[in-house]
């Protein structure tokens, strides 16, 4: 099993500074890697795929990089609707991994 | 696209549950649908996945107690859960998968059911 490790755990920040968010894999998935925002009482939604592709409907803001085993998400100027526990998951191979998490949280 | 939940609640230790997926927008049969839970105040967890063509798959936590289903004339999808431990305590989304083709990317979501194993 593919096992994501994140970091960090929390980043407290204010609106408007740059979020760099990480994810790394125990081995390499090639660029099978997705990002996820998750807000308190709500289902995650789906940001990022393939590594660097955003989903549809994403705001330009989030973007994302890396391949093989080091994968960053940034969001390059925080909204107030940004703060939220962000997830990296892959699925380049069974079972399907996801990351602990990383909350972004208000400073 | 609608994906609605329902049939969790408290089950004791041992016991089986039913979860169901109500889905509306879209076709069940035509894409990879999957249940992903969450433990409180923890993260997300693949639980399971059945492809369109209807090949299934199980995360090994589960595999031997948990069946992927899905009612094409109901457009639902089910999860039946037998055996059930305390550490499946969870949230339980159904989740579609971001194309129709496949993809093992989760691009839509249910609000979730709540499963509470305890006694």
């Not at chain 1, 890697?33 to 990022?48: E, M």
């Not at chain 2, 107690?65 to 159904?94: H, V």
Request: glycine share 10%; with cysteine.
């Amino acid at each position: 099993e593919i096992v994501l490790t994140q970091s960090p755990a929390t980043l407290s920040l204010s609106p408007g500074e740059r979020a760099t968010l990480s994810c790394r894999a125990s081995q390499s998935v090639g660029s099978y890697l997705a990002w996820y925002q998750q807000k308190p009482g709500q289902a995650p939604r789906l940001l990022i795929y393939d590594a660097s592709n955003r989903a549809t409907g994403i705001p330009a803001r989030f973007s994302g990089s890396g391949s093989g085993t080091d994968f960053t998400l940034t969001i390059s100027s925080l909204e107030p609707e940004d703060f939220a526990v962000y997830y990296c998951q892959q699925r380049s191979n069974w079972p399907v991994t996801f990351g602990p998490g990383t909350k972004v949280d208000i400073k | 696209v609608q994906l609605v939940e329902s049939g969790g609640g408290l089950i004791q230790p041992g016991g089986s549950l039913r979860l169901s997926c109500a889905a509306s927008g879209f076709t069940v049969s035509n894409n990879y649908m999957s249940w992903v839970r969450q433990a409180p105040g923890k993260g997300l967890e693949w639980v399971s996945v059945i492809y369109s063509g209807g090949n299934t798959y199980y995360a090994d936590s589960v595999k031997g107690r948990f069946t992927i289903s899905r009612d094409n004339s109901k457009n639902t999808l089910y999860l039946q859960m037998n055996s059930l431990r305390a550490e499946d305590t969870a949230l339980y989304y159904c989740a579609r998968d971001s194309r129709t083709e496949g993809s093992n990317y989760y691009g839509y979501w249910g609000q979730g059911t709540l499963v509470t194993v305890s006694s």
